[in-house]
């Protein structure tokens, strides 16, 4: 009797004889967001993105979301979200071949497993006219109230679960209606698709203009066109792939030039890497700017290849991902043509939204979030209404602000650990308006507060909001007309040039003399810049 598993490689082995099983690039995690980031920034034309569409599977879910969203933005800006479905079946329902699932990413189990989860999800805002797209990760374990399409509460979860939640809710119903096979799945799939575009745009307090959504086939396919790829690690790193645990990952500091499979590790590692300031602080964030980093790697490759000027090659590549690409039907082509440009050129600067901690929820580890926070930072970025308050440092955020710092003094107590954090803190309010106070060092504090005296209220509810503090809070203890801010774990330092850590924008911020100061937004880690091959974790 042949051995089952012998028989299964020779089945597979033509298939692998052409290298697709070699193109496979990265594991369910992010083969999504990196296949739509090459998908997008091919699109520079009304002809190729025709080309594009034709053929390829569109979704009205838009139109259910939309429903309760923010206005679309008057000066024609788009934000366009990439979602990255972490599925193990076909557009129709099939199960994806086990050798696909086992041998290549290592995930052991069948393709029963691994639900439907969007472990990528990225914002890119693309402004009218031309000028830096700024491109959001949204961490896939932050624990928000998730939503249906119409906007009622699944309750809280992990953002990432809102598609298989609603997609399980719209099967059971739709079974009941007497629907089955790929009709199944399809609609089940809009469901899916209506929650998580109507949970992001809750969360982030932005409307999703459009969106992309692939599965880890479509980037199965797409790897063929793009392999080998070139990367940059900021050190050595290794992560055998031992019984379905590792990523396989063996690379040096400096630049790597990756097979398939390689890259395959390269974007799924999360093991043995240490959590940095640059990273985030933690393996899932580092993989998330692996995620960032291959992207503009891919797009850098296809820029310096001629692709986008290649109306040949450009089509060779985007006629593989067409039946595991889903756009939204609201697609104008011609709004599109002229701000797709934006995509290229190293135009784009990848942030990672920043969270409060850890938990645990429902036997789960989560990232803790402000909503309130995240909603400050997406508009002061990318938003049209005005900043509500003048802008401080992270762990709050920086924008140019229309409102003048209340008159007040402000003492930092560094309580953080991060050295020299108390004098860039202070400094950087200063530049806003606010006087001086003490600048001194504090036990350690688990997170920044911020307290007020008698008549300094206003003033410190100003820079609770920008540091992502809730609440400043009055204490007897601080001086008449002071803020006494404490900075606690999770801050990040302000930035003079606004490239620093945590910070991926260069935003102005208004002080009482009418002077401008770039300083810090906060983010998860270090920015990843386009235009090349960027150096992570």
Not at 151 to 159: E, L, R, T, V, Y
Not at 285 to 295: M, N, P
Not at 487 to 511: E, K, M, V
Request: with cysteine; glycine share 12%; proline share 4%.
């Amino acid at each position: 009797m042949v051995d089952q598993r012998t028989e299964r490689t020779r089945r597979a082995a033509p298939r692998r004889a052409s290298g697709r099983s070699k193109l496979l690039l990265v594991g369910r995690a992010v083969a999504g967001a990196a296949s739509a980031g090459v998908l997008l920034t091919a699109g520079v034309s009304w002809y190729t993105y025709h080309s594009l569409t034709t053929g390829m599977k569109t979704s009205d879910a838009l139109s259910v979301s939309q429903r309760n969203a923010p206005p679309k933005a008057l000066d024609n800006s788009v934000n366009l979200l990439l979602i990255g479905l972490d599925s193990r079946k076909d557009m129709n329902g099939n199960n994806l071949p086990d050798w696909i699932v086992q041998d290549e990413l290592h995930a052991g189990g069948s393709s029963d497993v691994g639900g439907y989860n969007t472990n990528s999800l990225i914002l890119l805002h693309i402004p009218a006219g031309g000028g830096k797209v700024q491109a959001f990760s949204i961490p896939r374990d932050d624990y928000v109230q998730t939503l249906n399409g119409d906007g009622s509460s699944q309750g809280m979860h992990k953002i990432k679960e809102a598609y298989g939640l609603a997609k399980s809710a719209a099967e059971t119903r739709l079974q009941a209606q007497g629907v089955t096979g790929a009709a199944l799945e399809q609609q089940s799939r809009e469901a899916g698709r209506e929650a998580t575009l109507t949970t992001l745009q809750a969360f982030l307090g932005v409307r999703i203009d459009h969106f992309a959504e692939v599965n880890l086939m479509g980037f199965y396919d797409i790897a063929q066109a793009v392999q080998p790829i070139t990367v940059c690690l900021n050190e050595d790193t290794s992560d055998p792939a031992i019984s379905g645990q590792g990523s396989g990952a063996s690379f040096h500091k400096g630049l790597n030039t990756l097979n398939a499979a390689q890259a395959l590790s390269f974007v799924r590692q999360r093991h043995n890497i240490a959590a940095t300031a640059a990273n985030g602080g933690g393996s899932d964030f580092a993989r998330t700017h692996r995620q960032q980093a291959f992207i503009s790697s891919v797009e850098y490759k296809l820029k310096q290849e001629g692709l986008f000027s290649d109306l040949g090659k450009m089509q060779a590549l985007l006629d593989v991902v067409k039946k595991d690409i889903v756009l939204d039907n609201q697609w104008n082509i011609l709004d599109f043509a002229q701000q797709a440009p934006n995509l290229t050129g190293g135009k784009v600067v990848f942030n990672t939204l920043p969270i409060t901690g850890f938990a645990r929820e429902n036997g789960e580890d989560v990232n803790t979030v402000s909503p309130s926070q995240i909603k400050r930072i997406m508009q002061q970025l990318i938003g049209h209404d005005p900043a509500p308050a003048p802008s401080a440092s992270s762990p709050g955020s920086s924008a140019p602000a229309t409102v003048r710092a209340a008159p007040a003094v402000v003492d930092v107590l560094n309580g953080s650990g991060v050295t020299g954090g108390a004098a860039a803190e202070s400094k950087a309010l200063v530049a806003l308006g606010y006087t001086a106070g003490q600048v001194a060092s504090h036990s350690a504090r688990s997170h920044t507060t911020v307290l007020y005296g008698t008549g300094a209220d206003t003033a410190a509810q100003q820079i609770a909001g920008k540091l992502g503090v809730a609440s400043a809070t009055a204490s007897s203890a601080v001086r008449a007309g002071h803020v006494e801010v404490i900075l606690g774990a999770g801050f990040n330092p302000p930035t003079t040039t606004g490239t620093g850590s945590g910070s991926g924008s260069d935003p102005a911020a208004a002080s009482s003399t009418g002077t401008t100061a770039p300083v810090a937004v906060p983010m998860q880690g270090a920015a990843v810049q386009a235009g090349g091959i960027p150096c992570v974790d």
